[in-house]
């Protein structure tokens, strides 16, 4: 039995979600015990700064290793208070926060993905004086990988069912999607997952610049419910390559970021939306992203949809979900005990335990790798002799 913490800041930027775990066995036998979980918002001003390099503003390399600094001490700060409430943890996993991320193309120079995640785990070894596991992505860039989404590997032994075929559907600022074919039927039916398109970040993006900054998500989804979604548009959105194109791929605000969202505003005053027309539309290209991507690319529809991300918590999304998928029952990973909007930091604990014991993270049907390898380096805290 070993206590993990994970850690990780998704693609909304919202905050850090930690848990501590207590984690027994390895894959098909993994069993994981939450200790304590919580959620610690960045300051306002670190979040604005990360936002807007997600943004694509330009940064100086001395400020960036500051804001890599800034941002391991916030989840320094994160492992030490989430220590305070459970046993001793012997390991931490921790994401970062993704600031880029771009898929591998074939006509790059170089034709691997390149994705920076900041809060560098060296320097959260040294804080919290517990080895720390990091980078997780790039071990799967480098086997030409996507580099993401890597929780599927994880979903695989916690949310497999016995006899029903399951879609885990992530909602964070990125939707993912991991498919689990029952556990009862042969390996030649793998788990596959991959990123379905935007989740909640255009949205979130959308509240803020309708709301002047009064608001940054759309509470409970009550202001798009309020809209009619506009077909023509959520059509016209729906045609970009993107959800055509086959998986394995992966996406990020590099693609559904501040840009998207200035095209797609011009284009609604073609149409002359409403603000919550405005919403409802956008709510829809979530809703049908993902549905499209079961129609598309899922060799049947699953006999159930579990979610899990701060999308899950969305009413209007959710019920538009419903409609889409019915007669498909909609549930979240709560429904089969796991928390989900802690789903995420629990995959990073696991894959950090995997690593120290050298068990693969990766899973290539997924992300497209040539292998299965190691995901994330470790790092040890130095501590002087005779401390
Ligand atoms: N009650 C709610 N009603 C509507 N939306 C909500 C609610 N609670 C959370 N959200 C949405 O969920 C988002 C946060 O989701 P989450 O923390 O899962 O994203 P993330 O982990 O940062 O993203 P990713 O999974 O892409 O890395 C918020 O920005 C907001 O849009
Ligand atoms: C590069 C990156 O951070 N990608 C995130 C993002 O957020 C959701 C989706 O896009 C997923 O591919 C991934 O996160 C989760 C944690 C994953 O790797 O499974």
Not at 5 to 33: F, H, N, Y
Request: net charge negative.
């Amino acid at each position: 039995m070993t206590v993990v913490i994970g850690l990780i800041s998704g693609t909304s930027v919202d905050g850090i979600d930690a848990v501590s775990v207590r984690l027994k066995g390895s894959t098909t036998d993994l069993q994981v015990q939450c200790l304590a979980k919580a959620t610690y918002p960045y300051p306002p001003q670190l979040r604005s700064q990360i936002l807007a390099i997600c943004g694509g503003a330009s940064i100086s390399v001395a400020d960036l290793a500051a804001l890599d600094d800034a941002i391991a001490l916030e989840f320094s700060r994160a492992a030490l208070n989430i220590q305070q409430q459970s046993p001793p943890a012997e390991l931490i996993g921790s994401h970062g926060q993704t600031v880029y991320h771009r898929p591998p193309y074939p006509d790059a120079t170089i034709p691997l993905g390149y994705s920076v995640q900041l809060g560098r785990p060296e320097a959260i070894a040294h804080q919290t004086g517990i080895t720390t596991v990091g980078n997780f992505r790039l071990a799967d860039i480098a086997a030409q990988g996507e580099g993401a989404p890597l929780v599927p590997a994880v979903d695989a032994y916690l949310l497999r069912h016995p006899h029903l075929y399951r879609c885990i559907q992530n909602i964070g600022g990125i939707g993912n999607v991991t498919v689990l074919p029952p556990a009862n039927i042969p390996e030649s039916h793998p788990v596959r997952g991959w990123d379905t398109g935007p989740g909640n970040a255009l949205i979130d993006l959308a509240v803020a610049y309708l709301s002047d900054g009064r608001q940054s998500y759309d509470l409970d989804g009550a202001w798009s419910s309020r809209g009619t979604p506009c077909t023509p548009l959520v059509q016209k959105l729906m045609a970009d390559p993107f959800f055509q194109t086959p998986p394995p791929k992966s996406t990020g605000r590099e693609l559904f970021g501040v840009e998207y969202l200035q095209k797609y505003l011009q284009q609604t005053q073609v149409y002359n939306l409403s603000p919550a027309d405005i919403l409802a539309t956008l709510t829809e290209v979530t809703a049908v992203s993902i549905t499209h991507s079961y129609r598309h690319f899922l060799p049947q529809l699953p006999d159930q949809v579990l979610l899990c991300g701060g999308g899950c918590h969305n009413r209007y999304l959710r019920t538009r979900l419903e409609q889409l998928l019915h007669p498909i029952p909609i549930m979240t990973t709560a429904d089969a005990g796991v928390d989900p909007d802690f789903k995420e930091a629990i995959a990073f604990a696991v894959l950090a335990y995997w690593r120290t014991r050298s068990i693969p993270g990766n899973l290539p049907e997924v992300t497209g790798a040539s292998q299965s390898v190691l995901l994330g380096n470790i790092f040890h805290p130095h501590r002087t002799i005779g401390l």
